[in-house]
């Protein structure tokens, strides 16, 4: 076995770390970096065992000729991930797909502001906490506005999105929910402790 390259189960788990990493990018405010650091080192691996492989293959004859070979399967999954991550498809998809879940989520919000909203699924996002957004010096609630946290795969909350009928956002200058436009009325966020 060792004498002949790289098959289908090791496709199905360079395939399986893809997905992982394109369900992670798919958050909103999606730090790239933080997402390489834990994505290299398992891609190394990765890449280690395919090479010597392949080289042991190419040793014993049994490496197949030719661009379509499966020996290079991973490398186009590998290069889709790239693109996929330098547009942000993950980010735009899972948004678009998800916005009139979340939209209906910030009018049941909206109907009853003072109850607290238990976690749920939002379209294709865990969401909870749903609750007005609120001036960073003041205090003050926005009217109309919702703000709600999105879970990810290791149950992270410091991510989520706003949704703000008008102006923007307010932010604190020691820390706290840093926002990014989307489209419309909708911001993502993402809490930093101090910046």
Known sequence: MINKPPGLPFLVVFSAAAAVL????????????ETFVHAVPVGLVLFVYWAIRV???D???????????????PWYVAGVVLIALMTEAPSWVRFTLSE????AYVESVNENPRR??????VGL??????????????????PG???FAVRDLFLDDGKGF?????????ESSDGGNRYSHLEGRWYSYRWEPDW
């Open 162 to 170: 706003l949704w703000l009928p008008s102006g923007e956002p307010s």
């Open 125 to 142: 996002y865990y969401a909870c906490g749903g609750m007005r957004h609120q001036d960073a010096t003041t205090g003050e609630e926005f």
């Open 55 to 57: 080289v042991w293959a």
């Open 22 to 33: 394109l369900t992670w990018a798919g958050h909103p405010s999606w730090l790239g970096l």
């Open 116 to 121: 607290a909203e238990a976690c749920q699924w």
């Open 145 to 147: 506005s919702v703000e």
């Open 59 to 73: 040793h014993k004859g049994a490496l197949p000729e030719g661009i379509r070979s499966r020996t290079l399967m």
């Open 100 to 103: 009139s879940s979340m939209e």
